[in-house]
T-cell receptor, first 116, second 113 residues
Framework: DTGVSQDPRHKITKRGQNVTFRCDPISEHNRLYWYRQTLGQGPEFLTYFQNEAQLEKSRLLSDRFSAERPKGSFSTLEIQRTEQGDSAMYLC??????????????FGPGTRLTVL | EDKVVQSPLSLVVHEGDTVTLNCSYEVTNFRSLLWYKQEKKAPTFLFMLTSSGIEKKSGRLSSILDKKELFSILNITATQTGDSAIYLCAVGRYRGATNKLIFGTGTLLAVQP
């Protein structure tokens, strides 16, 4: 499977614990995005990387959230001191930006986080 | 504030019906509009539209963009139960600006046998 992959697919944790999610983009894609989706809503942008550089962070991304893409390939999203409001589906997407600026984003299967 | 609005919020049809889903937007530095289909997992890409008036087709699905009136429609003809899903509309912004997608809340389509 050469699509975007995410791990784990499901995570249940207790409030106050730290969690880390991983995303492996499509191999030649240079952009990687994190989104969060809650029930009944469309995905909301969290942050994105161009290669290893983190170029934008949403104000949704509090200080408890950190994302990295150290070698410009896979990325991790860590949430510290989880809260019940963090319960959501965390989606990763990747894209290859062409000279024309075309930027079709392809999504992974998501990590569903439940904070008890 | 940038926003993407989809209508209807939900729709129930019978197999064989034709449906039209709507997406309107107010976004600065518009560059593209994308349609995704979301079943139980992550959104799967359907179309990306950048030019007005040019219809994109894939089987029974088609979509068109009107950049003057700031909306797009997604048509599905001869619907099947497998078309049941949430259809998401998203708007992308210019290269050089943020490339985040701004999503609508989706249209939940249920196709009954």
């Amino acid at each position: 499977d050469t699509g975007v992959s995410q791990d784990p697919r499901h995570k249940i944790t207790k409030r106050g614990q730290n969690v880390t999610f991983r995303c492996d983009p499509i191999s030649e894609h240079n952009r990687l995005y994190w989104y969060r989706q809650t029930l009944g809503q469309g995905p909301e942008f969290l942050t994105y990387f161009q290669n290893e550089a983190q170029l934008e962070k949403s104000r949704l991304l509090s200080d408890r959230f950190s994302a990295e893409r150290p070698k410009g390939s896979f990325s991790t999203l860590e949430i510290q001191r989880t809260e019940q409001g963090d319960s959501a589906m965390y989606l990763c997407a990747s894209s290859l930006v062409y000279a024309s600026g075309s930027d079709e984003q392809f999504f992974g299967p998501g990590t569903r986080l439940t904070v008890l | 504030e940038d926003k993407v609005v989809q209508s209807p919020l939900s729709l129930v049809v019978h197999e064989g019906d034709t449906v039209t889903l709507n997406c309107s937007y107010e976004v600065t530095n518009f560059r593209s509009l994308l349609w995704y289909k979301q079943e139980k997992k992550a959104p799967t890409f359907l179309f990306m539209l950048t030019s007005s008036g040019i219809e994109k087709k894939s089987g029974r699905l088609s979509s068109i963009l009107d950049k003057k009136e700031l909306f797009s429609i997604l048509n599905i003809t001869a619907t099947q139960t497998g078309d049941s899903a949430i259809y998401l509309c998203a708007v992308g912004r210019y290269r050089g600006a943020t490339n985040k997608l701004i999503f609508g809340t989706g249209t939940l389509l249920a196709v009954q046998p």
